[in-house]
């Protein structure tokens, strides 16, 4: 079915629905699809053209579940394109063996090919038709790998740029099961494979980028799949206990292995020579004069006494160049729709309509990465106020996080751009399918990316605050960031999906002082918490976690909750390493139970105050709280986020957000920093949550000009 013959089909859908809308207030779509009870798995079993899929289910197993309870979406490709499939992958002459392969056949590949494929080619939600097209989707499939949906001229959709959806046996190319929807392919979807330099090497237009990549070595430290062990054999993850107590012990899904991603942010030929850089040593040349005088602001490299190379020692981690090219990778390894967590518009959105959302009252999306120059940060920010859904790294506004009024970011006077940022291109506009490699993101920009002075003094000189989500990179490179609930109970065949559980030793980051520790992830859902998930557990747990770095300076500690009847009571610490002797207590135990009203924190109706509640705001703070930000709201099914105040800061005090503070320290960037979460009650079915901290510098805190704004 084209686009076109869709719209004018759904057309006549809505003026039917019309001339029904006296006693029948919400239109009837099930016709959309072709009626049938059959589960996708019966259809495929009675479908003659898709044999050679069929056994591919059979072989990973995944055909039962076609054939189970749940909502799900399956792309199978026609016999012809599976044994043209086969064909390519035996006959393909870079790589060895044959792609592991026996023989040319179906029979011939192997169980992990045929798993590889089947989890590949199937959604554990709904991808109705009418969301694939338009300006495309990118879908989480069970193989935990995204997938793009396009519009080809013909308005047909493509997947992968390439698999297009087609009918057959006079069917259309959407088909309703009573378990999912059903579509037919003319071509195996393909999944790119090759490592993320492997794809740089042959992708054109970016030869400079791709040497640069090469001589520093660092195409070897992006080469990672997957957490291995000391023989270099994927680790295999164990789980005794995947239970949810809040949900009557039903069972989570698990990871048993996790894979290993990175996002490149590269600069094309096109654009270096924008900046007078038509070479590898045209790059070199420029990078001394980027990094060459660096320790005067990058304080990591002063502190640790790191005398930065201008000479041809490119593996040198403190050589320009590999400084350069360095800063340009993330841990995280991200499409990029998912670079920061979009204003939802449309069930087609990041994420989609109806989802709880950040940006209420005017707030733009944003976050903070840490980049492969060690212990720094990028800012990725989506400025959607004044620039639309364009992407910018390490955009500068002057006296950003502050303002000079209640209820707003502040005049236009006080926030001149200092610096535009660096743009993110839409790889879709550009390198189409070749941005998504088998352990990363390859993502165009559109001028150089340096971090410079304007970075830590300028562009990190403000509120930070840190998604937990985003400094625990597993989270993303599992596909588990974006997860919805029924997205996640489909990778539990169809059970319990509010939470993802996690084995203690599944992140780098993190680490378990008790075994007794449990580890869970909410999921994008109806939660009070920023971002619409949050790292959490219970148990007797006792764990630290490590934060990400930031510019040297004096910085106060925030952490965020949410106060309710089955949270915990918990001493928090800090320390410089992840031993528990270099711990140092903060404050006194916290009592998450204790209500947002209660005379020991102080929560008041600020906007029944006269001042906008600045005194009450004041004295919050004299007793170690704030209230939570202005730019997000949790506990209500509102639609419009923007709604002034329906946010965190003002809700009743039933649903009230809190931001705890924990004191005032200097940090220094060459440190690491571990936040310590130990429970100091006795019932091991109370929660920690870790949703999102900030680090404040104390220059915003005690600026004397301008406050901080509420967002």
């Not at 069929?54 to 979406?73: A, E, F």
């Not at 950040?358 to 060690?374: H, K, R, S, V």
């Not at 980051?509 to 619409?532: H, P």
């Amino acid at each position: 079915m084209t686009i076109l013959d869709m719209k004018r089909f759904l057309g006549g859908l809505a003026t039917v629905a019309l001339c029904l809308t006296a006693c029948n207030p919400e239109p009837d779509e099930s016709s959309r699809f072709t009626e049938t009870q059959e589960t996708i798995g019966s259809m495929i079993d009675s479908d003659s053209t898709l044999t050679a899929f069929n056994y591919i289910l059979k072989r990973s197993g995944m055909d039962r579940m076609m054939k189970s309870y749940g909502q799900y979406t399956c792309f199978a490709p026609s016999n012809e394109a599976v044994m043209a499939y086969i064909d390519s992958l035996y006959k393909d002459p870079t790589m060895e063996n044959h792609n592991g392969m026996e023989s040319n056949s179906l029979e011939g590949m192997s169980d992990s090919l045929c798993e590889d494929i089947a989890l590949y080619h199937l959604a554990s939600t709904l991808q109705p038709l009418s969301d694939l097209g338009g300006n495309g989707k990118t879908i989480t499939t069970m193989l935990r790998r995204a997938m793009n949906s396009s519009v080809d001229n013909d308005g047909l959709i493509l997947l992968n740029s390439q698999a297009r959806i087609i009918g057959s046996n006079d069917v259309s190319g959407e088909v309703e099961a009573s378990n999912g929807i059903l579509y037919r392919l003319d071509k195996v979807i393909p999944r790119n494979n090759s490592k993320l330099y492997d794809v740089f090497a042959e992708l054109e237009g970016f030869s400079i980028f791709a040497e640069a990549l090469r001589k520093t070595g660092l195409a070897d430290s992006i080469a990672t799949v997957q957490k291995t062990d000391e023989f270099g054999q994927a680790i295999k993850y164990e789980l005794s206990d995947a239970t949810d107590v809040t949900a009557s012990n039903a069972e989570c899904y698990w990871p048993k292995t996790c894979d290993v991603k990175f996002t490149v942010f590269a600069e094309s030929d096109a654009v270096l020579a924008k900046a007078g850089i038509n070479s590898f040593e045209d790059l070199v040349e420029k990078c001394k004069q980027y990094y060459g005088n660096a320790t005067q602001w990058y304080d990591y490299a002063a502190e640790t006494g790191q005398q930065i190379s201008t000479g041809t020692d490119y593996e040198n981690r403190f050589n320009v160049v590999n400084m350069f090219v360095a800063y340009h990778i993330l841990y995280c390894g991200m499409p990029y729709n998912q670079l920061v967590f979009m204003k939802p518009g449309s069930s087609n959105s990041n994420p989609p309509a109806g989802l709880l959302w950040n940006y209420t009252n005017g707030g733009e999306p944003y976050d903070y990465y840490e980049t492969m120059l060690p212990h720094t940060l990028l800012k990725i920010w989506n400025p959607r106020n004044t620039r639309g859904s364009r992407i910018y790294i390490n955009r500068y506004i002057q006296n950003n996080t502050l303002t000079d009024q209640t209820r707003s970011m502040g005049s236009s006077t006080m926030h001149p751009v200092i610096f535009e940022g660096v743009e993110v291109e839409n790889p879709d506009e550009s390198i189409k399918d070749k941005s998504s490699t088998r352990n990363g993101y390859i993502i165009p920009i559109k001028s150089i990316l340096v971090y410079d002075q304007q970075v830590p003094q300028g562009v990190l000189k403000e509120r930070l605050r840190f998604d937990s989500s985003t400094f625990l990179p597993e989270l993303v490179n599992n596909g588990f960031r974006y997860l919805s609930v029924n997205e996640a109970s489909g990778l539990n065949g169809g059970g319990h999906g509010a939470r993802i559980a996690f084995p203690l030793n599944f992140f780098d980051n993190v680490v378990c002082y008790s075994s007794e520790t449990v580890l869970r992830y909410n999921v994008k859902g109806w939660y009070r918490a920023y971002q619409a998930d949050a790292f959490q557990g219970w148990g007797n747990y006792d764990l630290a976690i490590r934060i990400p770095p930031v510019p040297t300076g004096d910085y106060e500690l925030r952490l965020f909750y949410t106060p309710m009847d089955h949270a915990g009571m918990m001493q928090f610490y800090m320390g410089n390493s992840s031993a528990k002797n270099s711990m140092r207590a903060l404050g006194i135990p916290l009592d998450a139970r204790i209500q947002a009203d209660d005379p020991l924190i102080g929560w008041t109706k600020f906007y029944e105050e006269d001042d906008d509640g600045i005194a009450s705001d004041q004295a919050m703070r004299n007793r170690g709280y704030m209230r939570g930000p202005y730019s997000f709201f949790g506990g209500t099914n509102v639609t419009s986020g923007d709604a002034e105040g329906v946010n965190c800061r003002g809700e009743a005090p039933t649903l009230t957000t809190l931001r705890l503070l924990l004191g005032t320290e200097h940090y220094l960037q060459s440190e690491d920093h571990w936040f310590r979460i130990k429970s100091v009650i006795d019932d091991t079915n109370l929660k920690w949550q870790l949703d999102f901290i900030e680090l404040v510098p104390t220059s915003v805190i005690n600026n004397e000009q301008y406050s901080e704004d509420w967002y």
